[in-house]
């Protein structure tokens, strides 16, 4: 398997511009994460999903960010507008529904000039 | 509430143990995990401990939990530059709960 998969693994953008950040789970994981990391706050919960349904999105910061779920094998994470706050590495995870083990991508690094 | 503190920096020479710790508050904690990141890389899962468990020990890494004391620690046998990370501590809490809250995480430095 190849694991979680993201993209893009770098981006630059302007203050101003909407961002998508994409992400694929491991087969047969119906469970998925998005999580945001900075030096300041450390690692955050943003939203998960099981089996392509929002459950808990108390951690998603405003209205700017927004994540969808279209089918089991893809989820977007988008903000719109940037701000350079939003500037983080964001993780994607996802999990088997009977296991007990979450599994991180390597990571989006987004700068917001 | 939930909080995971952990130390932010640990330095330790080549071939001696490393001890990594971690306190939480949350006495529903079910599983806790560490996790390993390397610079620019995600986060790599060592190893978790159910909460009825003392100890769990996986070739050089040795979980023990101290469920009185709500204290996590991580041991690293023979310690190699290549163990220099970033380890995270993380919890669940709460039964079929799927939430993670991870410390600051605690950087490794192996020195040669």
């Known amino acids: 398997d190849a694991g979680v998969i993201q993209s893009p693994r770098h981006e630059v953008t302007e203050m101003g511009q909407e961002v998508t950040l994409r992400c694929k789970p491991i087969?047969?994981?119906?469970?998925l994460f998005w999580y945001r990391q900075t030096m300041m706050r450390g690692l955050e919960l943003l939203i998960y999903?099981?089996?392509?349904?929002?459950?808990?999105d108390s951690g998603m910061p405003e209205d700017r960010f927004s994540a969808k779920m279209p089918n089991a094998s893809f989820s977007t994470l988008k903000i719109q507008p940037s701000e350079p706050r939003d500037s983080a590495v964001y993780f994607c995870?996802?999990?088997?529904?009977?296991?007990?083990?979450?599994?991180f991508g390597p990571g989006t690094r987004l700068t917001v000039l | 509430g939930e909080d995971v503190e952990q130390s932010l920096f640990l330095s330790v020479r080549e071939g001696d143990s490393s001890v990594i710790n971690c306190t939480y508050t949350?006495?529903?904690?079910?599983?806790l995990y560490w996790y390993k990141q390397e610079p620019g890389a995600g986060l790599q899962l060592l190893t978790y401990?159910?909460?009825?468990?003392d100890m769990k020990q996986d070739q050089r890494l040795t979980v023990l939990l101290n469920k009185k004391d709500k204290h996590l620690s991580l041991r690293i046998a023979d310690t190699q530059t290549g163990d220099s990370a970033i380890y995270f501590c993380?919890?669940?809490?709460?039964?079929?709960?799927?939430?993670?809250?991870f410390g600051k995480g605690t950087k490794l430095s192996v020195i040669p």
């Open positions: 995870a996802s999990r088997a529904g009977g296991g007990n083990e979450q599994f």
């Open positions: 087969s047969g994981h119906d469970y």
């Open positions: 999903f099981n089996n392509n349904v929002p459950i808990d």
């Open positions: 949350d006495s529903s904690s079910t599983y």
């Open positions: 401990i159910f909460s009825n468990m």
């Open positions: 993380a919890e669940i809490t709460g039964a079929g709960s799927y939430q993670l809250t």
